[in-house]
């Protein structure tokens, strides 16, 4: 099974930036932490953090064509403005999941609407960097074996 963990702006900030709202994890920590989970569980796991809006969406495209089985996805304030991010992942038709360590329901009225959440397979929100590794368990047990 090959997933495919997409980043958006700012998060290579993790563990640095606004820690009572994101944590103090790096994103380098989290991602040694789903590498392990994949691995035990024999899959392929790649993780990209980009700040720039077309970067992400090439990446979509790729896994479009490179065979990718799912797509976990924390577009970050991209959540609330890409409608092209929106469109890149229906054009691929890879089942995604949309993953945010604060709860975007609970802060700021612009963050409140995700251009994603209605399209996504699910949605994890508010639960932390745990989020991340409940979205990868769940692709894992849902689509390893189709």
Known sequence: M???LLNGPNLNLLGKR??????NISLEDLN??????AK?????????????EHELINEIHNA??????VILINPAAYTHTSIAIRDAL???NIPFYEI??????????????????????KV?????VDGYEMALNEAISKFKNK
């Open 32 to 37: 040694e932490r789903l590498i392990s989970v």
């Open 64 to 69: 479009g064509e490179s065979n990718t089985d």
């Open 90 to 92: 229906l054009g691929i």
């Open 124 to 128: 994890y929100s508010g639960l932390g």
């Open 2 to 4: 090959k997933i495919l």
């Open 40 to 52: 035990k569980e024999d899959c392929e796991f790649t993780s990209i953090q980009s700040n720039a």
């Open 100 to 121: 945010h360590i604060s709860d975007i329901s609970t802060r700021e009225d612009f963050r409140n609407k995700s251009y994603l959440s209605d399209i996504a397979e």
């Open 18 to 23: 606004e820690e009572d709202i994101y944590g």
